[in-house]
Each structure stands twice: as C-alpha cells, then as structure tokens.
C-alpha cells in the first residue's frame, strides 16, 4: 500500500458514511476502516490487488457455483453483498445483488434445472436494492422449483435477509446466524483537520445538502435523519423475515438475536432457521422438494387433483354402487340415452377398479397416479357431468339414478 497526496473521495466516502447498512458491526468496521484510508490517500497498487483477489479465493475455495450432477443449481452468496459488481466486490470476494438476481432468474427459466440451492457465506452488505431481491426471491415459491438457502457457515444481516425469504433455510453444523438489524457510521475529521490548519466551506442551495459530511461534527438534526433511514430499513428487515419465517414481529424481536448472532442448534430450536446440514445434504434435500413439486403440478393440472388411494377407493364404491336397473328413456340421437347411460357406467366401473389398483399400487411406493390415468379420469367426469346436465331426457322413476351421479360430480368436480 503506497500513500499519495491527501485526496477526498466524496461519492465513495458517501457511499459507506451515513448510509444504512444491514452487515455484521465488525464488517463495517473493517469496510470503515479501509475506505477511511482511502479518502486519506491511501491507494493500493495493482500487485496488491491482485494479491486480495488471490486470497480471497483461497479463503473461499473453489466455491463458484453451478449445476450439479442432479441438476441443482448452486449459486454462491459470499462476502459482502453489494448493490452491483465491481473491484470492491472481487478483491474482497464478496457478491453483488445483480448477480445473484441474474443467477436466480437463468436458473429458474432453464428447463434441465429442478431446483436452486444459495450457498451462503456473508457478513451481509448494503441495503441498495435488497429488499427488491428479497422480495423476488419470496415470490419465486411455490412456482415449480424450490429454492434453498443454506449458512455454509454464516448468513448475518442481509445474508439472512435474503435466506429467510427461500422455500427453507438450514445452517451447517457448525455455522451461524442472525444479526437482524441494520447500522449506519458517521466519521468525524474535523478535529483532525483543525490540526492541519484546513478548514473546509460548503456552499449549497439546500439547507440539508451538506448534511452530515464527515468535515464537521454531526448535527442533531443530520443524526436524526441518519436514524429515520435505518429504522426505515429496519422494519424492512423485520418483515421480511416475519413473512420469510411464518412467524410474528414479537418472535423476531424478541427470540431472533436481537442484532446478536446465534449458532446453528440455537438458531433451529428458535425457529430462525428449519434445520441444521451441510450444504450437500441441502442438496440432496432441495432435489426431492423438486420431485415433490413436479408430483404436485402435475395433480394440479387435472380437476381431479392428488387422488390417494381412500380417494380411488370413494370413486370405485360411488360408481358400483349406481342402480343398473334399464331406465325408461327418450331417444336422444343415434345413441339412447340408456344405452349411453350403460356405456359410461361401464367404461366408470373398469376405470375405477383399474384406477383403485394403481393408486393403492402406487401410494405404496409414495407416488401419485400417472398423466393417461388422470385423463382417463377427467374425461370420465366430464362425460358423467353431462348426464347429470340432461335431466329433462330421464322419465320418471329413476331419481336415485340421477342423485348418485350428481353426488359423484359434486363430490369429484
């Protein structure tokens, strides 16, 4: 590190200063620290950089991410989170908000991925366009592919902002997390300054554009304007963790830390996290979730929904047990309205019994009926829902007929 002549960095200095942070207190004290430096002229030369990028994939390791063998996509969360990638982020490996937004849409649209994993490992970041991710990340449940978050080993601040807001957050064993809250630092130089002889003069068209700055010390009123936004952010924060967590603010408050960090078997047994494993058992756990959830759309796809096998059960006992008495009946076309009557009654009756096997079969095995069987289903509902929406072509006489089948459609529909 070499130091050049003094020079102030105002935009990253405002960058850092006086700005909400939702991080971990001894990141930012480091992050203080160095752009403190750099405003005094401290500048790192290219060697030293390059030397930081090394180190920094060193310490996380060959961590990069992406697809795995049963086409999980990991993505890596690590070191501070920044609004957008840069220098700052690769030299101190951290992870920008853009990236992990672009990461997480490529992964949803690709056809070959079944699900996401967040390999998490950050002391949090700045605020700028966290809540925005988080909440398309919570939006992205239930849409067919299960997102996971997993502290590998440590998810503070806006790291467990956004692992809340995941289908499931686990930690590792020996991980951490927490830090709920959000931080702000204000630096004051002019003492420093007065030392120097320097003494600076800001000329504005605002009584509050200079507000703050670290040349001077922090008025009462910019102190309190400083507190609004971190408070603002804040209730940001707690709510999206009491959305994310499916618990109340009191719970949060109270139970979650309090800004504290807390270890994995602490961290589950308050309810902050939904288990504790490695990041490969998170694995393993999200590519399940996905055959869960394509089991689950595909039931939803037909009006029958997830027949069990109780419910297969219901439809072969509700279909046997219709009268097969003849009817007296009005002609309706080149096919009697008995002769239709006892032909569905009868593709009813093989479809049920052939249906009821399968799913016994086949919840044995914990599985669902297959695609050509909910058709065959839903095409069987359609055609009994006909007959009951002809009343008019039945005589007479036939009442429990007609009751039975609009039991079954209002039961089934």
């Keep these: 590190m070499t130091v050049a002549t003094r020079a102030v960095y105002p935009h990253i200095v405002a960058a850092v200063f006086n700005r909400p942070w939702a991080v971990h207190p001894d990141t930012m004290s ?95 970041g700045a605020v700028d366009a966290l809540p925005e991710l988080a909440a398309e990340l919570y939006a992205m449940r239930g849409n067919g592919k299960p997102v996971t978050a997993v502290a590998n ?26 830090s709920i809250g959000v931080i702000a630092a204000h630096e004051d130089h002019s003492a420093a300054l007065a030392m120097e002889g320097i003494k600076p003069t800001f000329i504005t068209s605002s009584p509050y554009k200079a507000e703050g700055n670290m040349t001077e010390p922090l008025t009462d009123e910019a102190r309190e304007a400083i507190q609004h936004d971190v408070d603002a952010y804040h209730e940001m924060f707690i709510d999206a963790v009491v959305d994310g967590r499916g618990v109340d603010h009191k ?67 509700t279909v046997l047990s219709l009268p097969q008495a003849k009817l007296t009946w009005k002609p309706l076309g080149p096919e009697t309205f008995a002769q239709r009557l006892d032909r569905v009654l009868g593709e009813a009756q093989a479809l049920a019994v052939h249906a009821k096997e399968r799913g016994e079969l086949r919840a044995e095995e914990g599985r669902t009926l297959s695609a050509g069987t909910l058709e065959q289903l839903a095409g069987l509902r359609e055609s009994l829902g006909a007959l009951v929406a002809a009343p008019q072509a039945i005589e007479p006489g036939p009442g429990a007929r007609v009751a039975a089948l609009t039991a079954f459609e209002k039961k089934y529909q």
């Design 153 to 178: 080993t440590n998810a503070f601040s806006a790291a467990y902002w956004l692992g809340t807001q995941a289908d499931a957050l686990y930690v590792s064993p020996s991980g951490s997390v927490g």
């Design 251 to 317: 719970t949060v408050n109270e139970t979650f830390g309090q800004g504290r960090t807390v270890m994995a078997k602490e961290a589950f047994e308050r309810g902050m996290v939904d288990g504790v494993m490695t990041l490969e058992d998170a694995i393993t756990a999200t590519a399940q979730r996905s055959v869960d959830y394509a089991e689950a759309a595909a039931a939803a796809q037909s009006p029958w929904g997830v027949v069990g096998a109780s419910g297969l059960s219901d439809v072969a006992q």
């Design 30 to 124: 480091i992050i203080t620290e160095i752009v403190s430096g750099r405003s005094e002229g401290f500048r790192f030369e290219p060697a030293e950089i390059e030397a930081r990028i090394l180190a920094a994939s060193e310490t996380h390791g060959p961590r990069g991410g992406g697809r795995t063998s049963s086409a999980i996509s990991v993505i890596p969360v690590y070191g501070v989170i920044s609004p957008r990638a840069g220098l700052m982020s690769n030299s101190s490996g951290g992870a920008s908000v853009e990236g992990i937004r672009r990461s997480l849409r490529a992964a949803m649209a690709d056809p070959e991925i079944d699900g996401v994993v967040l390999d998490i490992d950050s002391p949090g």
